[in-house]
Structures are given as C-alpha cells and as structure tokens.
C-alpha cells in the first residue's frame, strides 16, 4: 500500500478507536427525524447514533438516551443548536407572512410566533447526565464552563463548522472533533452567523481537505454523502469519518412522513432549495410549490427564526396529517435521490462495503 494510502487507514482507525466505534460512519443529528429505532440499528451495525436534541425537554432526552442505551449501548451523541440572539419582532411583518401561510394552511393566530424553545441550560443538563460518547454544536460554540463539564466527564465535544473560520474558532475553544458541514447538506447549514448563512457557503469537496489543513484535530465530513463513492472520497479528501443525514432518511426505523420519504426518493441533485421558508433559518429541502412560493419576490419575507417555525407548525403538522408533501418540511440534502429504503443496518453495511473496495489497499 502507499504511504498516503497507510496514512488514510491509520487516520481512520485512530479516530474509530479513539470513539469506540466498528466504522467511520455516523448517523448526523436530525432534530425531529431521530427517533431512537434509528440510531438503534445504525449503532448495533457498528456506527454511530445520535440524538437532535433541539426541541427535546430535559425529560425527552433522558429517556431516549435510556431507550437507546439499554437497546444498543452508548455509542451515541446528543447535539443541541448553540442559541443565537432574540429575534426582532416586527407585527406588521409577522401579519402578512400570517396571511401567506393562511393559503398553505390553516389560519395563523397573531400568538403563533410567540413561543419559546426549551430551556437550553436544562438540555445541556439533560444531555450532561445522559452520558453520551461524544455532544456536538451547530451554529456556534459552547462556553467555556460546558467544555469543562463535558471534559470532566469524558465526553468528546464534535463542533460543527461550515467555514474555515468557524473551525478554527471551534479548535480555540476546545473542540476534540470538527464535523465541517459542506452546503450540500439537508436540513438547517450550521452556519455560527445567520446572515452568512446562505453567502459564506463551501461545498463538502472543498470545505474538508481545507478544514483538515487547518486544524490539528480529526474532521468528519458531512453534507451530500450518501453512498459507498461518497464516504471513499470524504476520507480520501482527509477527513477520519463521515456524518450522513438524508441518506438514513427511507429506512423504515427513520419513521418520517411517506410523502417525504418518497419526494427524496425523486429528488435530483439540482433539484433542493436553501429556504427560510420553515423556520427563519437557512436549510435546505426539497423543492415543493410551498417553498418556490416563498421565493416569489411578491410574497412577504420569513420572519425570523424561531418566530418563522412558529408561524408555520400548523401548516406543517396539518401537511404532514394529510400527506401533503407541500406544507412538509421535507429537509433534502443534495444527495437525496441516493438515500434506500432499506433498513438502516443494511444501509450502513452495504455504505462502509462499498467504500471499502474503492480505498486505498482492497483488493
Ligand atoms: C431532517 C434533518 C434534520 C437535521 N437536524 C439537525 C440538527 O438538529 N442539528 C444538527 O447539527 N444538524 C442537523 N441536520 C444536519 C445534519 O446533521 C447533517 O449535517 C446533514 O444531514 C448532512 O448532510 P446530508 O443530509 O446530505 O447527509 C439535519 C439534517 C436533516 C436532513
């Protein structure tokens, strides 16, 4: 084998060992979309689990860290959204976004945009207590008194990072991993700054090998991975393992919606919008008449996040009841025409197989 060759197994290891898992493979955190089945069987296929937290009480992760753990063991993360700065309220603007969102769905009480996350110290207890292998941040970072905490206790702190910038910032404040999230990405960019968010973007090819030279710590790769090809190439590239999102999304332990399940089955790499359509904040779904409405220059800007998500969950809670894939909100990274309807062990083991015979060293 070649010593670049050499140095790619030997990365990969040193990371696999360094977390306790069989492959180089974790499943991304999928607030919403991650219900404990799944991380169940990509764990018990030697993967890794992990727990979107974002809308989760104290309780909720408690339990499902319990579910998990006495099913498959504690190869899992738990992953929460750093906050970022109170949304300005502009009525006014929230009446006409009420008014758009009355013809995708039911009417909009001038209180739907009022409600709270929950508590984020309570979760980071929560998540703490629940004792996971690894807690990982998206847009932005953890104070320094949580880092100590996390540290304390052994768990290792993946930092999520859509630029250079944000890795580097990341490494400064103590992160163990970087996970660099390329904007191919389904669901919400990580982005530390919303207002960057959908102008500051790097897709995963050029955002890995350029967070790896940057830092001295080991990177994930993330954003558009979904298949055998793609895992080979993000670890070629420099990266120790890979996160992937979309593409454990069909598998039946996923649970989600059939209209979504099978609009990402029909969802071609060109084919997924970056929208603030359903929460305020930037992500990316799949293109439907709902989320190309909202970028008619005629219809009234989504207001800010969480206010949008408010305005919008009885549209979607009402779509998803009805199967209406259009008031959905159906996150799609680019890769989403790859995802299988398959269970999630078989996706995970036919993935890592397939990556294996395009490496460095098989036969
Ligand atoms: C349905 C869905 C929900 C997501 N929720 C979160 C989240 O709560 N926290 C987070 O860090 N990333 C979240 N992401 C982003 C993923 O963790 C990951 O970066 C992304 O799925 C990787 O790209 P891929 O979807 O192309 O595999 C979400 C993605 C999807 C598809």
Redesign the pocket.
């Known amino acids: 084998m070649s010593k670049a060759g050499a140095e790619l197994h030997d990365r990969v290891r040193s990371f696999t060992d360094r977390i306790g898992l069989q492959t180089p493979i974790l499943l991304?955190?999928?607030?919403?979309?991650c219900p404990p089945s799944l991380s169940i069987a990509v764990i018990r296929a030697g993967g890794m689990g992990?727990c979107?937290a974002?809308l989760m009480t104290p309780e909720a992760i408690g339990d499902w860290a319990d579910t998990v753990r006495s099913q498959a063991g504690d190869a899992f993360q738990m992953?929460?959204?750093i906050p970022g700065r109170p949304p300005v309220r502009d009525r006014e603007a929230e009446a006409e976004v009420r008014r758009f969102l009355a013809n995708w769905g039911p009417e909009v009480p001038p209180e739907a945009g009022d409600g709270t996350p929950p508590d984020f110290s309570a979760q980071c207890a929560a998540m703490l207590e629940a004792r996971p292998r690894a807690i990982?941040s998206?847009m932005g970072l953890y104070e320094a008194g949580f880092v100590k905490e996390m540290k304390a206790r052994g768990i290792l702190w993946i930092a999520?990072a859509t630029t250079v910038a944000e890795a580097k910032a990341a490494e400064a404040a103590g992160a163990d991993v970087i996970?660099a999230?390329?904007m191919?990405?389904?669901?919400?960019r990580?982005s530390f700054d919303p207002d960057t968010a959908g102008t500051r973007i790097a897709g995963t090819m050029p955002l890995v090998p350029a967070v790896v030279n940057a830092v001295d710590l080991p990177v994930i790769a993330?954003?558009?991975?979904?298949d055998g090809r793609g895992v080979a190439a993000a670890l070629v590239l420099g990266a120790s393992a890979v996160?992937?999102?979309?593409?454990f999304?069909r598998a039946p332990e996923a649970r989600i919606a059939a209209a979504w399940a099978a609009a990402l089955a029909a969802t071609g790499p060109d084919e997924t919008r970056l929208t603030r359509a359903f929460s305020g904040r930037l992500g990316r779904t799949v293109r439907t008449a709902y989320v190309e409405a909202v970028e008619s220059p005629d219809t009234p800007e989504p207001a800010p996040y969480p206010v949008q998500r408010g305005l919008t969950l009885g549209m979607r809670t009402t779509a998803a009841k009805a199967g209406n894939l259009d008031g959905i909100q159906a996150?799609?990274?680019?890769?989403a025409w790859l995802a299988r309807d398959m269970p999630a062990g078989d996706i995970l083991r036919t993935v890592w197989a397939d990556a294996q015979a395009l490496l460095p060293g098989s036969a």
């Open positions: 991304a955190p999928m607030a919403g979309a992990s979107g974002l992953n929460i959204w990982s998206v999520g996970l999230q390329g191919e990405a389904g669901g919400h990580g993330a954003g558009g991975i979904a996160a992937i999102g979309t593409g999304l996150w799609a990274g680019q890769s």
